[in-house]
């Protein structure tokens, strides 16, 4: 019988999970990025692949990769094609984290994800950590880290969870 208790991280991009999520991994304890998990099943996964291309077509391929950028772009601009990524994706995330937890011998773990609530990922763990931060400091942070213009950062931001919802 497990006690490991499994612990959310969440909140907007750029709101500063990652910075939490270093603070953890310094005193110890394991952190699963569903982002960076998500992305590798993107690249290493032939059937998620082809499921992508047969319904955003070749515009989100560069020299016949899917291109995160392209992607992006595309699913951020529209809610319906945001859904369908999900629907892809977060199973196999789910899977993923479950079994990333087994091989975890710690009380405590912490899972980092801007769409806990979206994907219903919230109700595999025990609590959940909501990291808030002005909304200024974030369109900042974002276009030093990922070059994204204003545009591109609120089409994002548009398309998660609100601040209201996280906090409750």
């Not at 999970?17 to 993107?42: C, H």
């Not at 595309?74 to 990333?100: A, R, Y």
């Not at 931060?133 to 880290?145: F, G, H």
């Not at 591109?152 to 931001?157: T, Y």
């Amino acid at each position: 019988f497990n006690t490991m208790k499994k612990i959310g991280l969440t909140g907007g991009i750029g709101s500063g999970k990652t910075t939490i999520s270093k603070i953890f991994k310094l005193i110890g304890i394991p952190v699963y990025n569903s982002d960076k998990e998500a992305k590798k099943i993107l690249k290493k996964n032939n059937l998620v692949q082809k499921k992508i291309i047969e319904i955003f077509g070749e515009k989100v391929l560069t020299k016949n990769k899917i291109d995160n950028t392209k992607l992006s772009d595309v699913i951020f601009s529209n809610k319906n094609k945001l859904e369908t990524i999900n629907k892809i994706v977060h199973p196999l995330i789910k899977k993923d984290f479950q079994i990333w937890c087994k091989e975890k011998k710690n009380k405590y773990i912490i899972k980092e994800s801007a769409l806990l609530f979206t994907s219903n990922a919230y109700k595999d763990l025990d609590r959940i950590i909501f990291v808030k931060s002005p909304l200024k400091l974030r369109i900042n942070r974002v276009k030093e880290r990922d070059k994204k213009s204003l545009k591109e950062i609120l089409a994002i931001i548009e398309n998660q969870s609100s601040e209201e919802l996280f906090e409750k």
